[in-house]
């Protein structure tokens, strides 16, 4: 393969080499560089071209041929195929999520995959604007990923896979909408205890609390009728369907703070780490017409399992002021399970989900989580799945009767 060449920048060229060779060494490496720009060439030929001149110095022949050998053994990588994600065999259980994908027909070229995922609270295709960001897992070799160790705090997750090879990426898949069903719910300051410092899901007992805040009531207390009793008896209760207004919240030797969703139907499951040196510890059900000087477990209106650890450690499970001593280690997180449907509330040790107790009742009204500490602390974590340990294990004490029934 050859090309006919200009002879003026060939002449041009031979003598600027010509004169390189001619001058001292001091004075080479400047006009090297000068016959050098006086012609382009890619980089990846110069070390395999052949140039050829003619005698007359009328014609400049370059041999392509090796290039061309080259480039003509290139193989190019074909864009992979769409996959498509089977809804029929993805999993949602235990706060994990299995996504399985194909693709249209077999590719031998993929390299690995690139599955994204989005929360959202809104079934069907993803809109412009959503709340949350697309999270990205990438360097995925199988047809399938799990997620693990998910917190469930929207009504949705949305996902959509792509195929990648060496070369190229393909196109995402058609997004697909899993329902992660999980009970979401939030500490209700408005209820707690004056001594209880609630910060989102997070509640610390603080000696001082109700002393700064007798001091800031009387800071603020003036004799204008917004502060009136009888102006805050008439707050529309529409504004806090499920809060306590501030002369409900509780107080004396009752260190309770609740929910602020109530369960009406189905199966929740939420669990609580705690201090296992509090001075005392309580977690359970209550009505919403607890009072506020109650204490859980004792009246017919709660239900709870109770740590004391004044004078002697003990665990206990109280209904409407009865206690029954449990016989077990106490561990630094409770899994609480309510199936208000059946009558149910059980509570597990969270990590080895071993049954501590179960209460069976009848509910005749909506009920709330209530949370009580006296010189401790706890957390809640909430958006969890029932664990398949625990409905299995629900399912296989249904109908048994065993030291775990109802307090009566």
């Avoid at 002697?312 to 280690?329: E, F, G, I, V």
Wanted: a positive charge; hydrophobic letters at 35%; proline letters at 5%.
């Amino acid at each position: 393969m050859s090309y006919r060449v200009n002879r003026l920048p060939v002449l041009k060229l031979w003598r600027a080499l010509r004169s390189c060779w001619s001058l001292p060494i001091r004075h080479y490496v400047p006009q090297k560089k000068m016959a050098l720009h006086s012609v382009t060439m890619a980089p990846a030929f110069r070390l395999s071209l052949k140039a050829k001149a003619s005698d007359n110095m009328s014609h400049m022949m370059v041999d392509f041929t090796q290039e061309r050998e080259l480039l003509q053994a290139i193989k190019f990588l074909p864009v992979p195929a769409t996959p498509e994600i089977q809804t029929s065999e993805c999993q949602v259980c235990d706060n994990t999520v299995t996504v399985v994908w194909t693709l249209p027909e077999p590719d031998t070229k993929i390299d690995h995959y690139v599955l994204e995922h989005r929360r959202t609270n809104h079934e069907g295709p993803p809109r412009v604007r959503e709340d949350y960001p697309w999270m990205v897992v990438e360097g995925i070799h199988e047809r399938e990923h799990t997620l693990t160790g998910l917190r469930f705090d929207t009504r949705y997750i949305t996902f959509r896979v792509k195929a990648c090879n060496k070369a190229v990426a393909g196109e995402f898949s058609e997004p697909v909408t899993l329902e992660t069903h999980a009970f979401m719910f939030k500490l209700d300051a408005g209820s707690a205890h004056q001594n209880l410092k609630v910060e989102d899901l997070s509640v610390e007992w603080d000696s001082c609390g109700g002393k700064v805040q007798e001091i800031r009531k009387d800071k603020n207390r003036t004799n204008s009728p917004m502060h009136s009793p009888a102006r805050t008896a008439m707050m529309s209760p529409k504004r806090a369907p499920t809060a306590r207004v501030g002369r409900d919240r509780f107080t004396a030797e009752s260190y309770t703070v609740l929910g602020d969703t109530m369960i009406d139907a189905g199966q929740q499951y939420w669990e609580v780490r705690f201090d296992k040196e509090s001075k005392a510890f309580a977690v359970g059900l209550a009505l919403r017409n607890l009072g506020r000087f109650d204490q859980l477990g004792k009246s017919n209106a709660s239900w709870c399992i109770h740590l004391n650890n004044w004078l002697q450690q003990s665990l206990t499970a109280k209904h409407n002021n009865k206690a029954r001593t449990l016989d077990c280690p106490i561990p630094d997180r409770i899994g609480v399970y309510c199936n208000y449907d059946e009558g149910a509330l059980s509570f597990y040790n969270a990590r080895t989900k071993l049954l501590m107790h179960t209460f069976r009742t009848k509910f005749q009204q909506p009920v709330i989580p209530a949370f009580m500490v006296w010189n401790g602390t706890f957390s809640v974590q909430t958006g969890l799945q029932v664990p398949s340990a625990v409905q299995s294990g629900q399912r296989k004490n249904s109908g048994t009767s065993s030291s775990n029934a109802s307090l009566t």
